[in-house]
């Protein structure tokens, strides 16, 4: 069963920075698509922003477009959220999923706590 954990999440100003990381249990995490989901109190769950590993396509929600960057390590285990001006809407339990085919994303991390104050 693939695991997948993620890192780094925390309290920062507004303005600030965090970078969110995604660890797989599986040595063929390059052939994922690998995304992270983001959900705040009472809202529903969203995506935030997605890499497929083999072709290094990335995508981004609106809402963060020119704020945060996904990247993967060379080796492909690790994927990472760079989040820059943080906002105090950022304010979320990040969630890692990867998904190996095209179905929906099917694995999901325990998610990490990212909190933006004002």
């Known amino acids: 069963q693939v695991q997948l954990v993620e890192s780094g999440g925390g309290l920062v100003q507004a303005g600030g920075s965090l970078r969110l990381s995604c660890a797989a249990s599986?040595?063929?995490?390059?052939?994922?698509?690998v995304a992270w989901f983001r959900q705040a109190p009472e809202k529903e769950r969203e995506f935030v922003s997605g890499?497929?590993?083999?072709?290094?396509?990335?995508t981004y929600a609106d809402s963060v477009k020119g704020r945060f960057t996904i990247s993967t390590d060379n080796a492909k285990t690790m994927v990472y959220l760079q989040m820059n001006s943080l906002k105090p809407e950022d304010t979320a339990v990040y969630y890692c999923?990867?998904?190996?085919?095209?179905?929906?994303?099917?694995?999901w991390g325990q998610g990490t706590q990212v909190t933006v104050s004002s």
């Open positions: 599986v040595r063929t995490f390059s052939r994922y698509q």
């Open positions: 890499i497929t590993q083999s072709s290094g396509a990335k």
């Open positions: 999923s990867a998904r190996e085919g095209v179905g929906p994303y099917d694995l």
